[in-house]
């Protein structure tokens, strides 16, 4: 297990972009998958990407084609390339790590806020 710090959120207006980084106090090399997730006020948390330890990645209808995730082994590092930016894509991003099918650890961060203006 290892810690998990996510930043990069803000103020973006509609069409802009943003990048998001989570970083790991320890190596993510052995970590089944790492992926972000998003909570909207009043709304359910989603997982939106994730990025297998083998490079394999998958996106959420709702962002595919906008969203890009990353990871950067050597820094320890996975990145969310967020472009062309909707108000409906505002929430608290989460990083977390998968620990089994569609399961994640049970421990959330403080996340960061993406807020998109329109």
């Known amino acids: 297990q290892v810690q998990l710090a996510e930043s990069g959120g803000g103020l973006v207006q509609a069409g802009g972009s943003l990048r998001l980084s989570c970083a790991a106090s320890?190596?993510?090399?052995?970590?089944?998958?790492m992926g972000w997730h998003r909570q909207a006020p009043g709304k359910e948390r989603e997982l939106v990407a994730s990025i297998t330890s083998g490079g394999r990645t998958m996106y959420a209808d709702s962002v595919k084609g906008r969203f890009t995730i990353s990871r950067d082994n050597a820094k320890n590092t996975v990145y969310l390339q967020m472009n062309s930016l909707k108000p409906d894509d505002t929430a608290v991003y989460y990083c977390n790590e998968r620990v089994g099918s569609n399961r994640w650890r049970n421990y959330w961060g403080q996340g960061t806020q993406v807020t998109v203006s329109s």
């Open positions: 320890g190596s993510i090399l052995s970590i089944d998958a």
